[in-house]
C-alpha cells in the first residue's frame, strides 16, 4: 500500500497493491493493522455506506457537527471526481480543498479525517462509491456546504450543469456559518 498526503496533508490517497493475472486481479483493500500504522494514531470504523450515482450527479458538501465523521472513500464501479474541505477552524488549511479522481480502474482510495466536508461528482455513466465511517449518521448535526462557493472554488471537472438534490442546493455559503466543529 502505498500513501500520499495530498495538498492538505491529513487527507491521503491511499493506492493498494493490487496482484493481476490471467484470472483477473486481487486487493487488499482494508487491513486495520496497516491502515492504523499508516496513519500514526488508532480509527475505529463504525459503519459502510455505498452510494450509487449516475453520470454529473454532484454529491455534497457534507459534513457533522458534534458527531463528525472521519472517511475511508473507494470506487468499485465507474469513476469520479472526489472532494475534501478543511473545516477544521484551527487549522492552517481551514477552508481550502482537495481531491482527485478515484475510480475502479485506478483502485484508489481516499482517506478523509474527522472535521472534513465531503463531496463527489460523477465523471461516468454511473458510479458506485462505498465508504467507512468514523461515527454513525447524526441527522441532528448533519450540514450541507455548497458545492459551488465561490469562498471555497473547487474546480469541479464539469461538462454542464451537475444534477444537485434539493437538500445540497440549499447547501450554505462558507462564510456565511459560524461554527463547523
Do not use: C
Not at 105 to 110: A, I, S, V
Amino acid at each position: 500500500m502505498k500513501i500520499t498526503p495530498l495538498s492538505i496533508p491529513d487527507v491521503l490517497l491511499i493506492e493498494p497493491q493490487v496482484y493481476h493475472d490471467q484470472r483477473g486481479y486481487f486487493l487488499e483493500s482494508f487491513n486495520q493493522a496497516r491502515f492504523e500504522q499508516q496513519l500514526g494514531r488508532p480509527v475505529h470504523f463504525v459503519q459502510d455506506n455505498h452510494s450509487h450515482s449516475v453520470h454529473k450527479v454532484l454529491r455534497g458538501l457534507h459534513y457533522q457537527l458534534g458527531k463528525p465523521q472521519g472517511k475511508l472513500i473507494r470506487v468499485t464501479q465507474g469513476e469520479v471526481f472526489d472532494v475534501a474541505v478543511d473545516l477544521r477552524e484551527s487549522s492552517p488549511t481551514f477552508g481550502q480543498w482537495t481531491g482527485g479522481i478515484l475510480s475502479a480502474e485506478n483502485h484508489h482510495q481516499l482517506w478523509i479525517p474527522e472535521g472534513f466536508a465531503h463531496g463527489f461528482y460523477v465523471l461516468s455513466s454511473t458510479a458506485d462509491l462505498h465508504y467507512k465511517a468514523t461515527d454513525f449518521w447524526y441527522p441532528q448535526g448533519e450540514r450541507t456546504l455548497r458545492w459551488d462557493d465561490p469562498a471555497i472554488a473547487i474546480r469541479w471537472p464539469l461538462s454542464q450543469t451537475p444534477i444537485v438534490s434539493a437538500k445540497d442546493e440549499q447547501g450554505h455559503y462558507f462564510e456565511s456559518s459560524d461554527k463547523y466543529a
